[in-house]
């Protein structure tokens, strides 16, 4: 479904099961599947569905295997700044919220991506320090 995903004749026709690859990502005992609902759900996000997804993921992630945890906060990290990187608030508010929940889980590159863009906006330096 990744490989479906990916291609943009049936991509509309995999976002259709966004609900059960959620439930998967929740409910599913074995890891090698949650991991592959995270890819899946990374694979079928798009402008549409991001907050969704990013949602989804973040709620997850708090109870998430350790195992898939980083991996977990940079998806949700590179889908935020793919699709949303234009809404300054919603971007810092969601690189908060993985710092929050997964702390040692979140890369460098992740943190200095969100550090740039606050130094660099002056419009949202002051929501960015009051948020921390």
Excluded: P
């Excluded at 991506?113 to 002051?126: C, G, P, W, Y």
């Amino acid at each position: 479904m990744c490989l479906l995903a990916a291609s943009e004749l049936s991509h509309d026709a995999v976002k259709k099961h966004q609900d059960t690859v959620i439930a998967a990502l929740k409910m599913e005992h074995d890891i090698s599947v949650r991991q592959r609902a995270v890819d899946l759900l990374y694979a079928m996000c798009d402008r549409d569905n991001i907050q969704a997804i990013a949602d989804e993921m973040q709620y997850h992630l708090e109870t998430a295997d350790y195992a898939i945890r980083e991996e977990m906060v940079l998806k949700v990290a590179i889908l935020a700044e793919k699709y949303h990187a234009s809404d300054y608030i919603w971007y810092i508010d969601t690189l908060l919220e993985l710092i929050r929940i997964a702390g040692d889980h979140v890369s460098e590159e992740v943190c200095n991506r969100l550090i740039q863009i606050v130094v660099n906006r002056a419009d949202v330096q002051t929501y960015a320090a009051v948020s921390v």
